[in-house]
């Protein structure tokens, strides 16, 4: 296999064989994958990204490449983009083993470009190293936490990425507020009006008009993109940045008999299916709104979720085909009601 062609090549196969080229492109090295932003619809969205810091008046053009996630080095305007993101089925094969992407569509890639362009914008200009922004958003030196405890109705926060980013840390923030100023018909002067962010808004706002077509501080053409070559495999990859399964204690078998159903196997009637099923065809679904109204991470959230199926098959229990709607609405208030317990109390059950 002519390891130079881009692995959407590989699917030419039925799909009843497309678990054996799965596995070798799982272990290939991303250094041969032939991976790169010319020709693919991320070339054409980072042309849009252009666009639009033109049309709002700024310069900098951060340089976008290729890498293992989202995001900006420490204090360089750069852009990286998750390598498995220029190919359409590496993106698919990517979602499968990571139970999730980010950036799955277009749109949803436009949102991540406008965050890590703000990103790149403060880094460009040293906002960070300002006292007005310090003073608007708080000291860039403060910790990084991945796990932290989201007020999801804070109106000090603008609303972009899923799961309340903007609340991480100052530099979040700041990028979180720039993604949404800069937005092409966000409409942010009147979304945010009365908002505690509004001010924040408005500080990007005057800080472009004051700052933008002028030339960048630190440009970033001295960052040396081959220093983040991906010489490890796909495999090894998706080991790293897997998630962990978290451990989560055996007190809701209950619950899920009063959610779900019990049967006699010689009962079941046609219109029942098992509820781990039901659960693993909609645990996305389930995992993605919890995360988003709650905040609480993600793998927390997912290793709930999978508690709850690993526990249905084994209690044997059903759900009633035609109360699927009815049947999600529980399980999503039970789930989120845990998470809630979890975020703010420590643990899922409130003793």
């Known amino acids: 296999m002519n390891t130079d062609q881009s692995v959407s090549r590989f699917k030419e196969t039925p799909s009843r064989e497309w678990s054996e080229e799965s596995e070798k492109i799982l272990q290939m090295r991303i250094s041969e994958l032939g991976l790169k932003l010319e020709g693919t619809r991320l070339e054409k969205l980072v042309d849009q990204l252009y666009r639009e810091l033109d049309s709002a008046g700024i310069v900098l ?21 998750p390598f498995y993101l220029a190919d359409e089925e590496l993106s698919i094969l990517e979602d499968e083993f990571l139970e999730g992407i980010e950036g799955k569509s277009a749109e949803e890639i436009l949102m991540y470009l406008r965050h890590e362009a703000g990103h790149a914008f403060n880094y460009a200009y040293r906002l960070y190293d300002t006292s007005e922004w310090r003073e608007i958003f708080g000291p860039y030196s403060r910790p990084y936490k991945e796990d932290f405890k989201p007020n999801p109705f804070s109106s000090s926060f603008v609303r972009h990425i899923p799961g309340w980013y903007a609340q991480k840390h100052p530099d979040e923030d700041f990028a979180e507020t720039f993604a949404v100023w800069l937005t092409p018909d966000g409409n942010w002067e009147e979304l945010y009006k009365g908002w505690e962010c ?10 472009v008009k004051k700052l933008g077509r002028t030339d960048p501080i630190v440009s970033g053409e001295e960052y040396d993109l081959s220093s983040e070559q991906l010489h490890y495999s796909v495999a090894e990859y998706n080991k790293l940045f897997l998630p962990p399964k978290v451990d989560i ?5 209950g619950d899920l008999k009063t959610i779900f159903k019990s049967f006699a ?6 219109r029942w299916k098992p509820a781990h099923e039901f659960l693993m065809e909609f645990r996305r679904r389930l995992v993605s709104n919890i995360c988003y109204w709650t905040g609480l991470q993600e793998a927390v959230v997912r290793s709930l979720l999978l508690h709850f199926i690993d526990h249905s098959r084994e209690l044997k229990l059903w759900v009633n085909t035609e109360e699927i709607e009815d049947t999600l609405i529980k399980v999503t208030a039970y789930a989120t009601t845990l998470c809630m317990n979890r975020l703010y109390k420590g643990d899922f059950i409130v003793k």
Do not use: H, M, N
């Open 249 to 253: 204690p055996s007190y809701f078998d």
């Open 61 to 81: 053009r951060p340089r976008v490449y290729l890498s293992d996630e989202w995001g900006c080095p420490e204090g360089i305007p750069v852009i990286s983009i």
């Open 265 to 270: 196997a010689e009962e079941v009637e046609s």
């Open 198 to 207: 509004y001010e924040k808004l408005l500080y990007v706002d005057r800080t």
